[in-house]
C-alpha cells in the first residue's frame, strides 16, 4: 500500500463547470477526511467519512459540493457551478477510528478555476 | 470559537535546535498534532501528542506540551537543509471520536547552510 492517493493532481476550469476529484485512501481505513488549503492557510475541515456514512460536513461546504464514499472505500468530492473563489488544494486524509486517530494525507489536488 | 496560532516565520542555521510554537483556545483538545509540508506536496504526519502528557520524543523530535497555557512546541534538534518545510500544528477537538483536525496557519522554517 502506498499510502492515499489523489486523481486528479491538478484541475483547471472554467467558472461555472462542473469539477470532480476522486481519493483513495488506505485500504484497511475506515475514516476518511476532506479538507481545503488556500495560499498562506492551514487546511480547513470540510466533511468526513465513518466507512460509507457521511456523518459531518463544515459550514464551508455550501451546496454546491457533495461528497460520496458509495462503498467505504474510495470516495469523490464534486462541485458544481464553480466559482473563482473555490480555487484551492484540495486535500484527502484517512484514518482508522481508534487510539490517536492519526490522519494520512494524500498529495491533494489543486484546482484553478479561471 | 476554536482556534490555533503559530508564528508564520522561523530561519535557523544548519547544525542548530529550530523550536516552533503553538497556541490553541480549545481546553477540551485530547490529541495535538505536527505535521510538515513541502512545497506543492502533501501533509506529512511527523508526530502527536496527548493531552495527558508533558513530553514525546521522537529521534530529532521534541515535543512539549504546557496544558495549562495551551501551548505546544516542536523541537527540531540539528536541524538540516532537508527540514525547510512548512510546519502546522493542529488539534483534534473530539478527542478522536470524529477528529477532524483545527489547523494553524503553519511556521515556514528556513534553514540556511
Known amino acids: 500500500d502506498t499510502g492515499v492517493s489523489q486523481d486528479p493532481r491538478h484541475k483547471i476550469t472554467k467558472r461555472g463547470q462542473n469539477v470532480t476529484f476522486r481519493c483513495d485512501p488506505i485500504s484497511e481505513h475506515n475514516r476518511l477526511y476532506w479538507y481545503r488549503q488556500t495560499l498562506g492557510q492551514g487546511p480547513e475541515f470540510l466533511t468526513y467519512?465513518?466507512?460509507?456514512?457521511?456523518?459531518?460536513k463544515s459550514r464551508l461546504l455550501s451546496d454546491r459540493f457533495s461528497a460520496e464514499r458509495p462503498k467505504g472505500s474510495f470516495s469523490t468530492l464534486e462541485i458544481q457551478r464553480t466559482e473563482q473563489g473555490d480555487s484551492a488544494m484540495y486535500l484527502c486524509?484517512?484514518?482508522?477510528?481508534?487510539?490517536?486517530?492519526?490522519?494520512?494525507f494524500g498529495p491533494g489536488t489543486r484546482l484553478t478555476v479561471l | 470559537g476554536e482556534d490555533v496560532e503559530q508564528s508564520l516565520f522561523l530561519s535557523v542555521r544548519e547544525g542548530d535546535s529550530s523550536v516552533i510554537n503553538c497556541t490553541y483556545t480549545d481546553s477540551s483538545s485530547t490529541y495535538l498534532y505536527w505535521y510538515k509540508q513541502e512545497p506543492g506536496a502533501g501533509l506529512q504526519l511527523l508526530t502527536y501528542i496527548f493531552s495527558n502528557m508533558d513530553m514525546k520524543q521522537d529521534q530529532r523530535l521534541t515535543v512539549l506540551l504546557n496544558k495549562k497555557d495551551k501551548h505546544l512546541s516542536l523541537r527540531i534538534a540539528d536541524t538540516q537543509t532537508g527540514d525547510s518545510a512548512i510546519y502546522f500544528c493542529?488539534?483534534?477537538?473530539?478527542?478522536?471520536?470524529?477528529?477532524?483536525?483545527?489547523f494553524g496557519k503553519g511556521t515556514k522554517l528556513s534553514v540556511k547552510p
Open positions: 467519512f465513518q466507512n460509507e456514512a457521511q456523518l459531518e
Open positions: 486524509a484517512s484514518s482508522l477510528a481508534s487510539g490517536a486517530n492519526e490522519q494520512f
Open positions: 493542529a488539534e483534534s477537538i473530539y478527542g478522536g471520536s470524529q477528529g477532524n483536525l483545527i
